[in-house]
């Protein structure tokens, strides 16, 4: 009896450490996914934006240079703060 008990609480505890580690290693992995940096630039580099130039032209081009990593964060940052309909020349 005492022995179905103990193999009992083992498979508990076995299960609760799996899911926790489950947990840590998914937390680290969405961490660095969201806080990784989106560019990849190596040395200074210049992007103009004129007055002609969207927002999809812009995606285009930033993923042409390879200076982006990832170009799903960068819309959903774009879009979190309405970037589309406030682009501004710049460089």
């Known amino acids: 009896m005492k022995t179905k008990k103990s ?3 083992k498979v508990w505890w076995g299960i609760i450490i799996s899911l926790v580690m489950v947990l ?3 937390s680290v992995m969405l961490y660095k ?3 990784s940096p989106v560019f990849n ?3 200074t580099a210049y992007l103009y934006i004129d007055d002609k130039k969207d927002y ?3 995606l285009l081009q930033l993923q042409t240079t390879g200076h982006i990593k ?3 964060l960068f819309k959903q940052l774009a879009s979190a703060i309405d970037y ?3 682009m501004k020349s710049v460089r």
């Open 7 to 9: 193999s009992r609480k």
């Open 24 to 26: 840590l290693i998914g």
């Open 33 to 35: 996914k969201i806080y």
């Open 41 to 43: 630039i190596k040395e």
């Open 56 to 58: 999809n032209e812009l």
């Open 70 to 72: 990832n170009i799903a």
């Open 84 to 86: 589309h309909s406030k």
